[in-house]
Each structure stands twice: as C-alpha cells, then as structure tokens.
C-alpha cells in the first residue's frame, strides 16, 4: 500500500514543532511498494528527504522535495552458535519500542539507549548515544535500499562509516533508505555502567536490562524535557573533541572543566558544561530558549520558527568560542 499525499504540514513531525509544508509525502511498507514509488516519481536523492519521526532535524518552512517514510514495523530474533541474539527490526519501528522488545526478551546492549526518541531507521544515521553506549558498538547490519542502483544491500558496521553522531547515511544523505537494522545483542554480556549514576548499580547481583533501562529513564527525565510537552531535538550541540594539548590549556584556565577521554587520546569535552558556564542555561529569548535543567537542550515554548534557534544557537557558538576557544557544532540535520 501507498500512501501520498501533497503539501502536508510536518509540524507535527519533528520535535522540535517547526512549520515545514512539504511538497509531497509518500509512506511505504516494503521494498515492492518503494521500488514502485521510485519508478513513477523517478526519485533522486536530491529530490528526497527521508523523514522517520523528525528528532534531529531542522527543517525549512517550504520543503520542495518528496518526503519519504518506511512504515515497516516488524521484529525477528536469531540466536547464533556463540549464544548472542541477533534482533532484527524493520526501520518504522519507534527506537524505545525495540528497547522495550529487547529488554522484555531479557536481552542486553541497549538498554542505555533507553528513551532516545525517533525511529528504528534513523538510529544509525545519527549514530545515537547515551550513558557509554554508541550504537555502533551493537550494530550488526543494516539492509538498505540503494535508489541509484534500485536494489537491496547490507551493509556491515565498518561500511556505514560510523563516527561520533554521524555515519555513511549522514554524508551522503537520500542516497540509500534504511529498511532493517540487526543489532547484536546477548543475555549474558556485562551491563555498561561506567557513566554517571549507572556506576550505582555496579555489583548488584541480580541486575537485569530492565532495572538499567529504569535507571536510565529517571536519568534522562531528570534533565530531558520531554517532546511532547515542550518541543525539542535532544542535544543542539555535539560534545567538542580536543586533544590532550587543548585540554591541559583549558584545564589551566577552568579547573573544573568536565571532558572524558577516547580511545585515539583525544578528550571529549562536555558540551551542556560550557554552555553552562558560559551563562546560558535557562536563557529565553521569546519562542525559543535553552532548556533549565540542561544546557544542551534547545527548545521551542511555541511558535518558533527555524530562524529563531539558529539565531540563538549562533549566539551561543560565539560566546562559547570567545570564552573557551572551542567551536560548537550544531548536532542536528539542517534541511534545505
């Protein structure tokens, strides 16, 4: 079944509640029915805007392209010779609900991942990450359909090129839609708790996914506005990386600087922290506004327009490069 229609208002489509009348939105179920679409709109990436539930983009008030959306939603689970579940889940599926299936089947993996909003499909094109967590670490495969060629790949985690908050499908967006993403995942392997207030439940014997996945929700509610009652896209900024030279600089001028070391001896720095610091948590300047529990968190209190918060999200990029010669990157999706 195909579903299209034309100049459809994706306001209610991505989170941060922006006004975007698109050209034209057309919804599929499975390979057939997008191998059909692509052949009467003969569609090209640059015509196209693969759209799952809008969590990290920023989209323009006029879009002129087609906007494309896979509705599969199923899930299967395999289980290999070493004991590890291979789950496989279609793209159209909310990325909590495959949380919720995993950690109901007692898998583990994924469970600081726990409430990251958006879909199944558009987790590996941001790379997703929380609490020590990157989805590249659990990632299978993914099946792709390829619109240049108009067939079915799969592709391993070393090919989707991922990267800290980005990947293959970042850089060359349109190019290939995700139908299904396999994750490895197992009911036996170490919990991550190396983050936070996850380190409390190291040691408890009895620990399963669940009570991770509890922890890690009453983190995030904690400091995360939700969604649905006031408007956002997670973190504005990615976390700057900076090497041990620009840390020990920085760690002379501001000794509480928070940073975490990688594994190439480079040092992440905690982006909210800065901003914090720089005097901008709880900031408001008319619709939009910089979140008071967390600093990282730009949001609309209603009726802001994509202009606004690159306004202020300019502004905070100035302020951080005057005060700490750092350059904040804007994590999400602009949409032209």
């Avoid at 052949?39 to 759209?51: R, W």
Wanted: aromatic fraction near 6%; charged fraction near 20%; hydrophobic fraction near 45%.
């Amino acid at each position: 079944m195909i579903n299209s229609r034309e100049f459809v208002d994706l306001g209610a489509q991505n989170t941060l509640s922006l006004p975007c009348i698109a050209r034209r939105v057309v919804s599929v179920h499975s390979v057939d029915t997008l191998q059909t679409v692509c052949a009467e709109h003969t569609l090209k990436s640059s015509d196209l805007l693969i759209l799952g539930r809008g969590s990290n983009l920023l989209l323009p008030p006029k879009l002129d392209r087609v906007v494309l959306q896979y509705s599969g939603q199923a899930c299967r689970y395999t289980t290999t010779d070493s004991g590890d579940v291979l789950l496989e889940a279609d793209a159209g599926l909310l990325w909590d609900d495959l949380v919720i299936e995993a950690v109901t089947h007692g898998l583990r993996g994924i469970e600081n991942l726990s409430l990251i909003p958006g879909t199944v499909g558009a987790a590996p094109v941001q790379n997703i990450g929380a609490y020590g967590v990157e989805l590249a670490t659990r990632l299978e495969w993914v099946q792709v359909y390829h619109f240049a060629t108009a067939k079915v790949e799969r592709l391993d985690a070393k090919q989707c090129r991922f990267a800290y908050r980005d990947s293959l499908f970042k850089q060359r967006p349109g190019e290939r839609l995700i139908l299904t993403v396999c994750l490895r995942l197992s009911e036996q392997k170490p919990f991550s708790l190396n983050y936070g207030e996850l380190r409390a439940l190291d040691g408890i014997q009895t620990l399963t996914a669940r009570d991770v996945r509890d922890k890690v929700i009453a983190m995030r509610r904690a400091k995360l506005p939700d969604p649905a009652t006031l408007a956002n896209a997670g973190s504005f900024f990615k976390n700057p990386v900076v090497s041990s030279q620009q840390l020990a600089i920085l760690k002379s001028k501001f000794p509480s600087l928070v940073a975490f070391s990688l594994a190439d001896g480079t040092f992440k720095l905690a982006a909210g922290w800065l901003i914090d610091q720089a005097g901008w948590k709880g900031f408001r300047r008319g619709a939009v506004g910089v979140h008071a529990q967390q600093a990282l968190v730009l949001v609309n209190y209603g009726g802001a327009t994509r202009a606004n918060l690159l306004d202020l999200a300019v502004d905070i990029q100035d302020s951080i490069q005057k005060k700490f010669d750092v350059a904040l990157e804007i994590e999400p999706v602009l949409v032209d």
